[in-house]
């Protein structure tokens, strides 16, 4: 009994952790492009990338304290030589793994250029988890950042290193 | 009879020989010197056990260097293609 309660509160525990994690990888969509860049960095992976972040330069050290608390950063990014040569609905197959605790806080709707979509997983006061989707007739980005995420110190860290300085606001297109 | 003259000549003394102390004493040189040279032995042995141990330890960590270093440039690389989506977002939302 006393080992299926434990199995069950780690089961309750390990769940919101799992959740986070959103599935960004379609078959068959990197065969068809032109070019591809797929970034895939678990926590392991992480905790090995934080080790050769400067400690000097202060760029590197914000994106090193960010990192830290981070369990996974995804990215993939396809290019592709014509229009409308991937599915479309790769993008609503992103869209329907985000279950309630993911709320849209960035919709840029365009009909000839880029649709961007930006979505975080709000846990309470925390944000577990961000996943933008930006679709162009010939170019699909898809990001998914799994972990605690710090808006202050991303605040902080906007106007440097190229990222943009953000005023983070929830917003609801739908 | 045979038995006791046979064991007379058996027990009869010998001279050794000519060179039998030198060939001794070589033997013994011999000897002596089999330990130095297994210590010799023992200290290239452990020697080289040191090296093989060091020589995995450094493959070891430039092995994990070069991955540490390509997982940070892919973390920057991430960073830099989120931030770069999040800025085109922010762009339209300040329009």
């Given at each position: 009994m006393r080992n299926i309660l434990l199995a069950t509160m780690?089961?309750?525990?390990?769940?919101?952790?799992l959740a986070q994690r959103v599935n960004i990888d379609f078959p068959?969509?990197?065969?068809?492009?032109?070019?591809?860049?797929?970034?895939?960095?678990?926590?392991q992976m992480l905790r090995l990338a934080s080790?050769?972040?400067?400690?000097?330069?202060?760029?590197?050290?914000?994106?090193?304290?960010?990192?830290?608390?981070?369990?996974?950063?995804?990215?993939?990014?396809?290019e592709f030589d014509r229009v409308g040569e991937y599915d479309r609905n790769i993008v609503e197959r992103v869209r329907t793994q985000l279950g309630p605790t993911w709320k849209k806080v960035v919709n840029v709707r365009s009909r000839n250029r880029e649709n961007v979509e930006v979505y975080f997983d709000t846990r309470g006061d925390v944000i577990a988890g961000l996943v933008v989707i930006a679709a162009e007739p010939r170019e699909l980005t898809l990001v998914n950042i799994v972990g605690p995420i710090d808006v202050d110190k991303l605040t902080h860290l906007s106007g440097q290193f190229g990222i943009p300085r953000m005023k983070i606001e929830e917003k609801d297109h739908d | 009879m045979d038995i006791e003259r046979e064991l007379r000549s058996a027990?009869?003394?010998?001279?050794?020989g000519a060179g039998f102390s030198n060939r001794v004493m070589a033997r013994l040189i011999v000897e002596e010197r089999r330990?130095?040279?297994?210590?010799?032995?023992?200290?290239?042995?452990?020697?080289?056990?040191?090296?093989?141990?060091?020589?995995?330890?450094?493959?070891?960590e430039i092995a994990e260097r070069r991955q540490g270093e390509r997982a940070r440039d892919e973390v920057l690389l991430a960073l830099r293609i989120t931030s770069a989506k999040l800025q085109e977002a922010k762009s339209h939302v300040v329009k």
């Open positions: 780690i089961t309750l525990l390990a769940a919101p952790a068959g969509l990197a065969e068809r492009a032109a070019e591809v860049i797929d970034v895939t960095l678990d926590a080790k050769f972040l400067s400690s000097r330069d202060a760029d590197e050290r914000a994106i090193r304290e960010i990192v830290a608390k981070l369990d996974g950063i995804y990215v993939r990014t396809y | 027990l009869r003394r010998k001279s050794p330990p130095r040279l297994s210590a010799q032995w023992r200290a290239i042995a452990a020697a080289g056990l040191l090296t093989v141990i060091l020589g995995g330890w450094t493959a070891h």
